[in-house]
């Protein structure tokens, strides 16, 4: 099959990204969405090792992060990894659609707020500035 | 049944299910990530989903059945299945779960009772179709056919 609803772009650069979701089939499909673009990924299923793994060094140019997360939360994983200096991208990808909600993860850090499902029409923008 | 039968009857039930509102673009979204290197990605996505969601309304079923529901506790498992669901475009699902989550607010035993054997119901049903859907599809295939692809303008 060809793909012909996926907007189709190049991207001259490598990026990376880190998918933060505890519900499997979302971070499986969001990474091989990111994947498709040509993004290398990884994927954690909670707020702790999302911020062990920043923490340890590893960077990443775009970070997407669920809200409601085990272990860790996703707002305060979010503030976690702000506070260490990170200044990449990062996606707040949640099923939770309220305004209140909204505020407090564009508090928290995440630059902007996506509710679910995340799609090409939110994301292919986002690569295409990342790629410069 | 010859090949091209085959394909119009998916062609038709694939179409029925949007009418129907079991599925929504997002399911079309996810046949598009499909291709060569990923030849079954929507069966593994999709069975992904069924266990995912199984064990989601069993944890649902097991925090209702308590004499003290932690609500919140209920209200995390059903935002879970609305995202999951919302993701793979299992648009009666999700809309069951969104009702749901404004009782776990209200903390409504009797609503959120009745909101789970809705969600159970959805669920049971769009996994009966899609599971419908993937054996014609595999019928076809192992006809020696191609899967059609769906327009979106129907």
Do not use: W
């Amino acid at each position: 099959r060809k793909r012909q609803l996926l907007t189709e772009i190049v991207l001259r650069n490598r990026l990376t990204a880190l998918v933060v979701d505890a519900d499997t089939t979302c971070r499986v499909l969001e990474q091989l969405l990111l994947r498709s673009y040509g993004v290398q990924t990884q994927g954690v299923d909670n707020g702790r090792d999302a911020v062990t793994l920043i923490a340890s060094g590893v960077k990443f140019n775009l970070i997407i992060i669920d809200m409601i997360l085990p272990i860790l939360n996703g707002l305060e994983a979010t503030r976690q990894i702000r506070d260490m200096g990170v200044h990449c991208k990062m996606l707040g990808v949640t099923a939770c659609s309220g305004e209140s909600e909204r505020q407090a993860f564009l508090a928290a850090g995440v630059d902007v707020f996506i509710e679910k499902p995340l799609d090409p029409e939110h994301l292919v923008p986002i690569l295409r500035e990342l790629d410069g | 049944m010859e090949v091209g039968q085959m394909q119009r009857r998916l062609v038709d039930y694939t179409k029925s299910l949007f009418m129907e509102g079991f599925l929504d673009a997002q399911f079309l979204q996810l046949q598009q990530l499909q291709d060569e290197s990923n030849p079954d990605f929507v069966v593994e996505v999709v069975s992904l989903f069924f266990d995912d969601s199984e064990k989601l309304l069993n944890d649902l079923t097991m925090a209702l059945d308590q004499p003290n529901v932690d609500f919140k506790k209920v209200d995390a498992h059903v935002h879970q299945l609305k995202g999951s669901s919302s993701s793979i475009g299992a648009q009666r699902v999700k809309n069951a779960c969104i009702a749901f989550r404004s009782f776990c607010e209200e903390q409504n035993i009797d609503a959120t009772l009745r909101c789970l054997q809705q969600v159970k119901q959805e669920y049971y049903l769009v996994k009966n179709k899609l599971e419908t859907m993937l054996r014609l599809e595999q019928q076809i295939v192992a006809a020696g056919g191609s899967i059609p692809m769906i327009e979106l303008g129907f």
